[in-house]
């Protein structure tokens, strides 16, 4: 199977509960399956907080991921991680690679 690259919001206080806020929406939308809906519910390995370098926003991570580059040290893969980024205003940015 392949691999598609994701970008999903999710909502909570704790990045915590944004993850399971962003997979809950994912598993509503592709209806609850466990396989390869391409989306952050097939990231099983859970997320990895990523701070942005200066200048930096979501694109620039969703950039250096999709290349296969490591961000800020971090490499993302299929059913690996997805990085998280805090908003500061309760919601989280997810960008990863879902199985599809």
Known sequence: ???CMFHTTGYGKTVREAYNDARDE?????GH???YSGDIQTCHDGYALVDLKPGDDVD???EAIGEGDAYNGK???KWGKCAAIDNGNGTFD???WGAC
């Open 1 to 3: 199977m392949g691999a």
């Open 26 to 30: 994912a598993s509503f939308e592709n």
């Open 33 to 35: 399956q466990d396989g």
């Open 60 to 62: 620039d991570v969703y």
């Open 75 to 77: 490499y993302f893969k």
């Open 94 to 96: 997810f960008i990863g």
